[in-house]
């Protein structure tokens, strides 16, 4: 729906552990329809979480799909996963967009970021 | 270098908690020589790391590559972290193939996966 490449995509950045990773990995179907509209309205809404750090997303043509949404501590994903709007979402998506997936949930224990400095 | 729709690609599987997820988020630089044979022999040699359960990744065309390697354990990701050629491997990156990126060592502590039943 909307076209990320508009705007300058940085990755969300290393925070100081300890906090949480849920990696999303998952392989679509052909069936597109409404994908776009719902993984946009899904990105405003864990907005609103508390504790919720940021969320990247990376997708190759034709293969895997990968987000990966960081919160601060469990709750906040426990939130998150309990929250309606986003619940029907998921089950639409097992019933339409998703061949299969796999969910890690994760703490973050150690991490750092680079940045080029000749810019 | 190559073609990964080749082949299916499918998500590594939810494993058996804990073990641990390394994820790697970059945005790559407009310099690519060199990058896919890199990518490709790393892809090999990480396979021969105790304790490795697969590799995930994803680039969206100009933007964010997202890599995750999971492991069984903290000593394999050491043992990685280590290897001489994956050093060197990472200097050169840093020098001429990533703009920026962030690391995050992260232990899996819930984990499940999904398949569509209906093929």
Redo the contacts between chains.
Sequence with gaps: MSD??IAP??????HEPPY??V?F???R?EEDTGYGATAERMGELVQHIPGFLGE???????????T?A?FRDLAGIEQWRQNAEHREAKEHG?AHW???????????????????AD?
Tied chains: 1, 2.
């Design positions: 990320h490449r995509v940085v990755p969300v950045a290393a949480y990773a990696v990995t998952s392989l179907t990247d997303s990376a997708r190759t043509p034709g293969g895997l799909s990968i990966i960081y097992r998703y061949e299969r997936y796999s969910l890690h949930i994760a703490r973050v224990e150690h991490s750092h970021g680079f940045q080029r810019r």
